[in-house]
């Protein structure tokens, strides 16, 4: 492997595994996404990534030589849905990315691929069969496999987020494969994390709130595009934001000015309200990265999105596999 590793990145979102793969010394050669406004926010952000704005489904490598001879093919694919909505009409489409992120290993046979969804994906009796469909598909090709759940929080992000993650790599490079070890001790905090941001418009309170948002966040949940308007989760995770001092009912215009009375226990309107901007942040995004759309559909991104700490950790795992040395030095 001469020079920096490359990658083709699908289903590509906002950006998050892309970009934690670029910090890990990946170079994308194509990332591609059905959504518009996900495709604006990556062509923003990075003029010179070579972005398609397609569906997974539709995408064929024989269109796009540029995707052929990459060490890695990278897939933060939607969210499978949990048994309680497996139901809903979306979510077979869902599985069949699944699926079809497998086959394009078939056809472009990149050195290592990363999957990453829901929890679990690594070890749920509900998605066996797609394990084993992966391991039919991948193993003959020479393959050897990884499934594990990684926690955003371990990796310096300010949130409480489990993903399930498969990691396949040739198997001559699988040997010196190993899962990315925590990066932090102490989990950073959501007060932590945002009290300079609660600061920028003069609110007085900021530290005093941050104080009381002494905690990581809970999972930040980017819903569906057929379902109503921006929040922060189901009613679990409104109740935890709840003790912070947060009312995640909703997610705010801009941060509260010098007159906000911050009082939880007068209701929801003396609560503040996370911004999309903070969302980002919440997901372990740097401040400079911009994502573009409406409100809701510039959440539905970030909450959709990979943490790209979590990416660079992937990253880093899999350059050293492909290296043959499981310990990747640090991207620079």
């Given at each position: 492997?001469?020079?920096?590793?490359?990658?083709?990145?699908?289903?590509?979102?906002?950006?998050?595994?892309?970009?934690?793969?670029?910090?890990?010394?990946?170079?994308?050669?194509?990332?591609?996404?059905?959504?518009?406004?996900?495709?604006t926010?990556?062509?923003?952000?990075?003029?010179?990534?070579?972005?398609?704005h397609?569906?997974?489904?539709?995408?064929?490598?024989?269109?796009?030589p540029?995707?052929?001879?990459?060490?890695?093919?990278?897939?933060?694919?939607?969210?499978?849905?949990?048994?309680?909505?497996?139901?809903?009409?979306?979510?077979?489409?869902?599985?069949?990315?699944?699926?079809?992120?497998?086959?394009?290993?078939?056809?472009?046979?990149?050195?290592?691929?990363?999957?990453?969804?829901?929890?679990d994906l690594?070890?749920?009796?509900?998605?066996?069969?797609?394990?084993?469909?992966?391991?039919?598909?991948?193993?003959?090709?020479?393959?050897?496999?990884?499934?594990?759940?990684?926690?955003?929080?371990?990796?310096?992000?300010?949130?409480?987020?489990?993903?399930?993650?498969?990691?396949?790599?040739?198997?001559?490079?699988?040997?010196?494969?190993?899962?990315?070890a925590?990066?932090?001790?102490?989990?950073?905090?959501?007060?932590?994390?945002?009290?300079?941001?609660?600061?920028?418009?003069g609110?007085?309170?900021?530290?005093?709130?941050?104080?009381?948002?002494?905690?990581?966040?809970?999972?930040?949940?980017?819903?569906?595009?057929?379902?109503?308007?921006?929040?922060?989760?189901?009613?679990?995770?409104?109740?935890?934001?709840?003790?912070?001092?947060?009312?995640?009912?909703?997610?705010?215009?801009?941060?509260?000015?010098?007159?906000?009375?911050?009082?939880?226990?007068?209701?929801?309107?003396?609560?503040?309200?996370?911004?999309?901007e903070?969302?980002?942040?919440?997901?372990?995004?740097?401040?400079?990265?911009?994502?573009?759309?409406?409100?809701?559909?510039?959440?539905?991104?970030?909450?959709?999105?990979?943490?790209?700490?979590?990416?660079?950790?992937l990253?880093?795992?899999?350059?050293?596999?492909?290296?043959?040395?499981?310990?990747?030095?640090?991207?620079?």
């Amino acid at each position: 492997m001469g020079g920096r590793p490359t990658f083709v990145d699908v289903c590509s979102g906002a950006g998050g595994l892309a970009l934690g793969l670029e910090q890990a010394g990946f170079e994308p050669r194509l990332l591609l996404d059905d959504d518009e406004d996900a495709v604006t926010t990556l062509r923003a952000n990075r003029p010179q990534w070579n972005v398609l704005h397609t569906d997974l489904i539709d995408f064929n490598p024989i269109d796009h030589p540029e995707s052929y001879d990459v060490d890695l093919l990278s897939a933060g694919l939607p969210r499978v849905k949990s048994s309680a909505t497996a139901k809903r009409a979306e979510s077979g489409e869902e599985e069949r990315l699944l699926r079809a992120a497998v086959h394009l290993v078939h056809a472009i046979r990149p050195r290592a691929v990363i999957i990453e969804n829901v929890p679990d994906l690594a070890h749920s009796d509900r998605y066996q069969s797609f394990r084993d469909f992966a391991r039919a598909e991948l193993a003959h090709l020479g393959y050897e496999f990884s499934w594990f759940v990684v926690n955003a929080v371990t990796f310096g992000v300010p949130q409480n987020r489990r993903q399930g993650v498969l990691v396949a790599v040739e198997r001559s490079c699988a040997g010196a494969y190993r899962p990315p070890a925590p990066t932090v001790t102490r989990p950073q905090t959501v007060g932590a994390a945002l009290e300079a941001s609660m600061a920028a418009r003069g609110w007085p309170d900021a530290a005093r709130w941050a104080a009381q948002a002494d905690q990581p966040a809970p999972t930040l949940v980017g819903g569906s595009k057929n379902r109503g308007g921006a929040d922060l989760g189901p009613t679990g995770a409104k109740r935890k934001w709840a003790t912070m001092g947060v009312n995640g009912h909703t997610v705010g215009d801009v941060v509260p000015g010098p007159d906000f009375v911050w009082d939880p226990l007068l209701g929801r309107k003396n609560m503040v309200k996370i911004t999309v901007e903070q969302a980002a942040l919440i997901q372990g995004f740097p401040e400079s990265w911009e994502v573009t759309g409406r409100k809701t559909a510039r959440y539905r991104q970030i909450g959709h999105a990979t943490p790209p700490p979590v990416g660079q950790a992937l990253g880093r795992t899999v350059a050293g596999a492909l290296l043959g040395d499981p310990v990747a030095p640090a991207a620079g």
